[in-house]
Nanobody, 125 residues
């Protein structure tokens, strides 16, 4: 089993920055393509960003390109989401997820086998 624990959420003003962390345990993190998703009440879970287990490839949803950066430190079993120039529409619960089966980055939630409990990010205007 793989366990994922997110941290780093909170309340931030528009234009500010937040760094989310996701610590992975139970299996080596380099077995995972790691992704961040977000969800607001009443809406479907949305893909935000992902990074290949090798760290060589990343992918972002268009709405966060140029503002968010995903990175990983396999030695620390941790994945990060650096969020800059935050907007009120970025308000959501952010989840990290692990895909141990795919060869390439996928953006569909059902592809991911393991999920964290989520961390709230609230951006005030």
């Amino acid at each position: 089993q793989v366990q994922l624990v997110e941290s780093g959420g909170g309340l931030v003003q528009a234009g500010g920055s937040v760094r989310l962390s996701c610590t992975v345990s139970g299996r080596p993190i380099n077995e995972c393509i790691e992704a961040w998703f977000r969800q607001v009440p009443g809406e479907e879970r949305e893909f935000v960003a992902a990074i290949h287990w090798s760290g060589s490839t990343t992918h972002y949803v268009d709405s966060v390109k140029g503002r968010f950066t995903i990175s990983r430190d396999n030695a620390k079993s941790t994945v990060y989401l650096h969020m800059n120039s935050l907007k009120p529409e970025d308000t959501a619960v952010y989840y990290c997820a692990c895909d141990r089966r795919s060869t390439y980055i996928e953006m569909v939630p059902g592809t991911y086998d393991y999920w964290g409990q989520g961390t709230q990010v609230t951006v005030s205007s």
